[in-house]
């Protein structure tokens, strides 16, 4: 005869049984230490399998989990199996094909650097940003803040833009950025960092602080912080540490 279990006695044998599975289980560790990285399954997607047209500049991802690929032919969107060509509403367009930059923000819009100006993708509607128009958007950053800041480069004068709540505020007009700013980065301090012509910008917090580099003619590369809490500055020929 089946006899229905109390509710007390139900909770009790389960807790038994889970501490015994506990018990018995090893510890998972996220990599084991000794299995070489060739011995884990992965996969490839590549250009000549028909991937991709063309070389990958970017990649970012949106809050609804996919990959947003940049290239030199347009943009992809990437669900973890396929690639599909991204198209733009019927009657609108990016300002190139030539993707340069990407970055996904919090609230879901992606944000679309191209080789001759800014544009944005969210809700299926494309945000166009005129006063970028003509630059080349090398690095975009969403700040701890929320805020989007474009780094803009340009034959003649480069741009920093700042972009909140649909307010765009650029600078740069007067020539401090040289040609341009390349990269952005936001240290552990909240610092904004741009990566210029001119040299290495602290931009906020308090007004904006300009450390020339030793060789002004080459590019800014990339920023990075060091575990010490210093500025790596990567150039054609090296690194060059801020500190203090």
Same mark, same amino acid.
């Given at each position: 005869?089946?006899?229905?279990?109390?509710?007390?006695?139900?909770?009790?044998?389960?807790?038994?049984?889970?501490? !015994?599975?506990?018990?018995?289980?090893?510890?998972?560790?996220?990599?084991?230490?000794?299995?070489?990285?060739?011995?884990?399954?992965?996969?490839?997607?590549?250009?000549?399998?028909?991937?991709?047209?063309?070389?990958?500049?970017?990649?970012?991802?949106?809050? @609804?989990?996919?990959?947003?690929?940049?290239?030199?032919?347009?943009?992809?969107?990437? @669900?973890?199996?396929?690639?599909?060509? %991204?198209?733009?509403?019927?009657?609108?367009?990016?300002?190139?094909? @030539?993707?340069?930059?990407?970055?996904?923000?919090?609230?879901?819009?992606? %944000?679309?650097?191209?080789?001759?100006?800014?544009?944005? %993708?969210?809700?299926?509607?494309?945000?166009?940003?005129?006063?970028?128009?003509?630059?080349?958007?090398?690095?975009?950053?969403?700040?701890?803040?929320?805020?989007?800041?474009?780094?803009?480069?340009?034959?003649?004068?480069?741009?920093?833009?700042?972009?909140?709540?649909?307010?765009?505020?650029?600078?740069?007009?007067?020539?401090?950025?040289?040609?341009?700013?390349?990269?952005?980065?936001?240290?552990?301090?909240?610092?904004?960092?741009?990566?210029?012509?001119?040299?290495?910008?602290? %931009?906020?917090?308090?007004?904006?602080? !300009?450390?020339?580099?030793?060789?002004?003619?080459?590019?800014?590369?990339?920023?990075?912080?060091? @575990?010490?809490?210093?500025?790596?500055?990567?150039?054609?020929?090296?690194?060059?540490?801020?500190?203090?």
């Amino acid at each position: 005869m089946f006899v229905p279990m109390k509710t007390a006695d139900r909770q009790r044998r389960a807790a038994i049984v889970l501490g !015994l599975i506990l018990a018995w289980c090893p510890c998972v560790l996220a990599l084991v230490p000794a299995l070489d990285v060739s011995q884990y399954a992965h996969a490839s997607w590549k250009i000549s399998e028909g991937f991709s047209e063309g070389i990958i500049r970017s990649i970012a991802q949106t809050a @609804d989990g996919y990959l947003w690929l940049g290239t030199e032919f347009g943009l992809l969107r990437f @669900d973890g199996v396929r690639a599909v060509p %991204w198209e733009p509403p019927l009657g609108q367009h990016l300002p190139s094909g @030539d993707i340069r930059s990407l970055q996904g923000a919090r609230g879901g819009r992606l %944000w679309i650097g191209t080789i001759s100006g800014l544009a944005s %993708w969210k809700d299926r509607e494309l945000t166009h940003y005129p006063e970028l128009d003509g630059q080349t958007i090398e690095a975009l950053l969403e700040d701890r803040e929320g805020t989007i800041w474009v780094a803009g480069w340009a034959t003649s004068t480069g741009r920093l833009c700042s972009i909140q709540n649909g307010n765009i505020q650029c600078y740069g007009e007067d020539g401090r950025f040289g040609s341009g700013v390349t990269p952005l980065y936001e240290d552990r301090g909240g610092n904004l960092w741009a990566g210029a012509m001119t040299g290495v910008w602290r %931009w906020k917090p308090g007004p904006p602080k !300009l450390y020339p580099m030793p060789n002004r003619a080459q590019r800014i590369q990339a920023l990075l912080e060091s @575990d010490d809490g210093a500025l790596l500055i990567a150039q054609h020929t090296g690194i060059t540490k801020l500190r203090n």
